[in-house]
């Protein structure tokens, strides 16, 4: 079985910084495209970034370029969203997500992704 499980949000003020963690069981990263997407109350949920499954192309949306950054660590089947000056507009619950197919590219659709980490709430508030 393939699982994720996601964590690090917190309660943060603006300009904090904060790193999600997604463990992956069940599946190795190594071959896999990666993704993050976060959903704010009363919106869609929505592509933040994500990874190739080579790691080493990342790409973000318009709004977070500069400020998150993907990572990955093999050995410990983890993959990372570092967040720094966090705003407001960054609340939401960010899920991490894996695509189900060998080899892929990054998608930015949420129906291109088999499995999903359960949520880990982030909270920018003055």
């Known amino acids: 079985q393939v699982r994720l499980v996601d964590s690090g949000g917190g309660l943060v003020q603006p300009g904090d910084s904060l790193k999600l963690s997604c463990i992956v069981s069940?599946?190795?990263?190594?071959?896999?495209?990666t993704g993050w997407f976060r959903q704010a109350p009363g919106k869609e949920r929505e592509f933040v970034g994500g990874?190739?499954?080579?790691?080493?192309?990342?790409y973000y949306r318009d709004s977070v370029k500069g400020r998150f950054t993907i990572s990955r660590d093999l050995d410990q089947n983890t993959i990372y969203l570092q967040m720094n000056s966090l705003k407001p507009e960054d609340t939401a619950i960010y899920y991490c997500?894996?695509?189900?197919?060998?080899?892929?590219?990054?998608?930015?659709?949420?129906?291109?992704?088999?499995?999903w980490g359960q949520g880990t709430q982030v909270t920018v508030s003055s």
């Open positions: 997500a894996l695509n189900d197919k060998r080899h892929g590219t990054i998608e930015t659709g949420i129906s291109d992704y088999s499995f």
């Open positions: 069940g599946r190795t990263l190594s071959y896999y495209a």
């Open positions: 990874m190739s499954w080579t790691g080493r192309s990342t």
